[in-house]
């Protein structure tokens, strides 16, 4: 899967035009939902699909979900980002490092959508809330911080030779698995609709995306530089 995704990368990255094109239909379909959201409100697709997702509802599925959102929780997307850049940082990958910070960058981001599509969190009269999360509901800050920061963990992991090489596969498959995790987690734990969490799949995409593309064309920019890792 990671083999997989280095190739994608840097299919993309040769392929500027296409690149651009995927990065400009995202922006089309989050504009699109967004006008669907703000017309409809809460759909048949939102409940329905909360409901089959909460019809076997358990204490240990609870906790898993819980497990699987808690990296956005509160203050922890600041110390996974600050985590990550320092070690990173500590194996001299100075760069890679100052990139992952940006990754932050996301969540101011998904604020102002936030704040301008002002949409309510699902009620308890319409699915279970079992977690009470604040602010807005669309997009999901949640989804976007996964996709923009795992996201471009993945992409490292996929680009960069590192000695213990199954440090890297299981950072990069576990970092995969939160990633495509989030969005059901979310949606099971009435924090968010189907289509809160599709939007922030949407708007985390665009960010992944535009980051790698100027960490690429830094990169093209300063010459060779040597990527293996030795840890």
């Known amino acids: 899967m990671i083999d997989y995704l280095r ?54 599925l609870n906790a898993l979900m819980k497990a699987t959102s808690w990296f956005g929780d509160g203050y922890m997307p600041g110390i996974a980002v600050g985590g990550a850049a320092f070690i990173l940082y500590l194996i001299h990958a100075r760069r890679e490092a100052g990139f992952t910070l940006l990754t932050l960058l996301s969540g101011i981001v998904v604020y102002g959508l936030k704040i301008a599509v002002n949409r309510p969190r699902p009620t308890a009269d319409l699915v ?37 090489d199954a440090l890297r596969w299981t950072i ?19 924090a968010h609709w189907f ?21 690429l064309s830094d990169t093209w920019r300063s010459g060779p530089v040597d990527n293996t890792i030795r840890v």
């Open 128 to 164: 279970e809330v079992v977690t009470n999360a604040k602010f807005q509901s669309f997009p999901s800050g949640h989804v976007t911080f996964y996709v923009t920061f795992f996201g471009f963990l993945v992409f490292l992991m996929a680009r960069m030779n590192w000695k213990a």
């Open 7 to 60: 190739r994608l990368y840097t299919y993309l990255n040769r392929d500027k035009r296409l690149a651009f094109y995927v990065i400009a239909g995202l922006l089309v379909g989050f504009l699109l939902l967004t006008i669907f959201v703000q017309l409809m409100g809460v759909t048949y697709v939102d409940v329905h699909f909360s409901e089959e997702l909460q019809e076997h509802r358990n204490p240990i």
């Open 195 to 215: 289509t809160d969490v599709l939007a922030g799949f949407f708007v985390g995409l665009v960010c992944l995306m535009v980051l790698i593309r100027v960490y």
């Open 172 to 190: 990069g498959l576990f970092s995969l698995a939160l990633l495509l995790a989030v969005p059901f987690s979310r949606v099971y734990l009435g």
